[in-house]
């Protein structure tokens, strides 16, 4: 059995006073609560509703850097990487393509020009319709004289058989077909200008046959009117001695 301690009343009545007015005193001090108070309050139905706060206009803490976002805003997206690659190729086929049709085109102005030259020149090369010449018969009788002088020379040295043939192609193309002839002439000496060398060669050999035309020409003039003198002379003694004889 528990020990009971003998209290006198009046003992009892002031512990109780003592600690009434001790425990009346630390209520005044500080609130003792048995759990931990809650940081959120639960807000009664019957409260005045507080006003609400405006937002605030501080800035709110990102995590990333400006560098960061200032990077992720001037990427491009692959829609826009797309779109460029798309463009670039364009413009090279769109280049490639014009430097082809700028060469095709290029081309066929050159192949205009020389069919444009080709025929001028054929149409140069015909004689006109004034002169009577007809082409085809006549290149048959150049053609013919031309092999008759090769037939003519066959036994003969290298440089008359060579020769021989020209010789009498070109005579019988000034007989039969004067005009187209001169006019062929005339394109190969338009040709030959071109290279200086081929055209003083051209006038040299022409000026050498002139040359040689003439003194042959000459000589047989002389020839001609030697004979005549000759001839007459003979026929004048001739007739003296027949008047002398009767």
């Known amino acids: ?37 809650s940081q959120s309050t ?29 990077d992720k805003e001037s990427r491009p997206t692959p829609t826009v990487r797309l779109a460029s690659q798309i463009g670039t190729a364009r413009l090279f086929v769109h280049s490639e393509f014009s430097k082809a049709q700028r060469f095709l085109d290029t081309y066929f102005d050159k192949y205009l020009h020389v069919e444009h030259n080709v025929t001028t020149t054929v149409a140069s090369l015909a004689p006109s319709h004034r002169s009577k010449e007809t082409v085809l018969p006549g290149a048959i009788f150049i053609a013919i004289s031309t092999m008759a002088g090769s037939v003519l020379a066959r036994r003969r040295m290298l440089p008359i058989r ?26 190969a000496w338009k040709w030959e200008q071109k290279v200086p060398q ?4 051209h006038l040299k050999v022409r000026d050498g046959v002139e040359e040689g035309w003439k003194t042959a ?13 000759t001839t007459s002379k003979a026929r004048r003694t001739i007739e003296g001695w027949v008047r002398n004889s009767k």
């Open 217 to 229: 020409k000459g000589g047989y003039d002389h020839a001609i009117g030697t004979v005549e003198d």
């Open 42 to 70: 639960k807000k009664s139905i019957y409260d005045d509703p507080l006003p609400s706060q405006p937002p605030s206009s501080t800035p709110s803490l990102s995590l990333t850097s400006p560098s960061e976002t200032s």
């Open 1 to 37: 059995m528990a020990a009971r301690l003998p209290l006198n009343p009046r003992a009892m009545a002031l512990l109780t006073g003592l600690s009434v007015t001790t425990l009346a005193g630390y209520t005044t001090t500080s609130t003792v609560y048995a759990e931990e108070p």
């Open 198 to 201: 081929v055209a003083e060669t």
């Open 162 to 187: 060579f020769l021989t043939p020209v010789v009498t192609g070109v005579a019988a193309s000034w007989y039969f077909l004067p005009e187209t002839t001169r006019n062929v002439a005339d394109l």
